[in-house]
């Protein structure tokens, strides 16, 4: 029986009002030309935009690095609300689709090695694939343009399922016979493709998916509280807890049956573990530059057309033109963004324990929170 609570009140209206804070600041700069504003008023209008995330709430944690300092560091709410323990830096979130930049880079780092390539194929990687993954390759299923079909469809919806792990979503693709197209002829986001990249990286690596992160990204970065979580194997260290609001209540919804897949949104970190990872982007200590520079390139269709996708990372311009780089993470009960110029070294790490708003304001948020810093 999943734990209820009730849910604070006044507060939530923030998150429904983000394009009218969106919209004052906006006007405020352009037409007052207002200076920068200093950091206790950097604070305070932070504090106002994230409301709905303080007191007795499921909560927030905000990290706002610029030339690596620190520029902004707030926590709010509650990680764990039957036993009131709040949010603190050290507090770990499950990081959703935050954590398809990881497996990205563990495919990449084996690609620099020579142990697969771009073009390895699924019918080359898993013997015995249905035909329509013969001209399915690692870049396509890197860039969500492979067009193969989303497990989830054939997966219920309900945590009391047993947990499909990612060699399930192997299993269920192995039984089908086509994609939805010709890959790389459209973009189509797919969390299934970010699974299969996690079994490659064990196949091709001869190591665990779990035990590979640890070894080549967290521990040589010092990212000593981040893992994929795998129940009954390894234990999150201060670990947030997913909530979902219903009938005015906080209602503990921490998992699904779609929970244990590590490719596409397995990983627990808290923001400072994210700042080191944030801070090796720049210096390519874990992957060489031009993989780096190659993950934030927009990639083309086959039949012409731009896609504004990555290798792991979102890709778009800011309102003065430079290129953003973030990637949102949404499943039961979290939403996160990870938000980065890299031309300003300015990066947002936002890491939240509830299932709102949608997963595309989180952007909103981030945006708004850049637009009040002023990188």
């Known amino acids: 029986m999943p734990t209820v609570l009730k849910r604070g009140k006044g507060k939530e209206k923030y998150l429904f009002l983000l394009p009218m804070y969106k919209a004052i600041f906006a006007i405020g700069f352009l037409f007052f030309g207002l200076p920068l504003i200093s950091v206790a008023q950097d604070t305070t209008a932070i504090d106002r935009i994230l409301a709905a995330y303080n007191g007795e709430n499921p909560g927030a944690s905000l990290l706002v690095v610029q030339d690596g300092r620190v520029l902004l560091q707030r926590h709010y709410g509650y990680a764990d609300l039957e036993h009131k323990q709040p949010v603190s830096a050290t507090t770990n979130f499950r990081l959703a689709s935050v954590s398809k930049q990881f497996t990205a880079t563990c495919i990449l780092q084996l690609v620099h090695q020579g142990k697969l390539a771009m073009g390895t194929t699924l019918a080359e990687a898993f013997p015995g694939f249905p035909a329509y993954g013969n001209t399915v390759t690692v870049k396509h299923l890197l860039t969500h343009t492979s067009g193969?079909?989303?497990?989830?469809?054939y997966v219920a919806d309900t945590?009391?399922?047993?947990?499909?792990?990612?060699?399930?979503?192997?299993?269920?693709?192995?039984?089908?016979?086509?994609?939805?197209?010709?890959?790389?002829?459209?973009?189509?986001?797919?969390?299934?493709?970010?699974?299969?990249?996690?079994?490659?990286v064990a196949r091709y690596s001869g190591q665990p998916f779990a035990a590979y992160l640890q070894q080549h990204i967290f521990a040589p970065l010092g990212m000593t509280s981040t893992l994929a979580h795998e129940e009954g194997k390894t234990t999150v260290p201060v670990r947030a807890f997913g909530y979902s609001a219903t009938d005015g209540r906080w209602v503990r919804r921490d998992q699904s049956s779609t929970s244990a897949v590590l490719g596409d949104g397995g990983i627990y970190s808290n923001v400072l573990d994210m700042l080191k990872w944030d801070q090796a982007l720049y210096t390519g200590s874990v992957l060489p530059i031009h993989w780096i520079d190659e993950s934030f390139a927009y990639h083309r269709l086959a039949g012409g057309g731009t896609v504004g996708y990555g290798y792991g990372w979102h890709l778009k311009q800011t309102k003065d033109g430079h290129k953003a780089v973030y990637h949102t993470g949404s499943s039961t009960s979290f939403r996160n963004i990870f938000y980065r110029i890299p031309s300003r070294r300015f990066s947002i790490i936002l890491l939240t324990n509830r299932n709102e708003p949608r997963e595309e304001d989180m952007l909103t948020l981030a945006e708004l929170i850049a637009e009040v810093l002023r990188p």
């Open 148 to 153: 193969i079909p989303d497990y989830e469809d």
């Open 159 to 200: 945590a009391f399922n047993p947990q499909i792990k990612d060699q399930g979503v192997l299993d269920i693709l192995m039984k089908l016979e086509s994609g939805y197209f010709k890959p790389g002829t459209q973009f189509r986001y797919s969390n299934s493709g970010y699974a299969l990249l996690a079994l490659m």
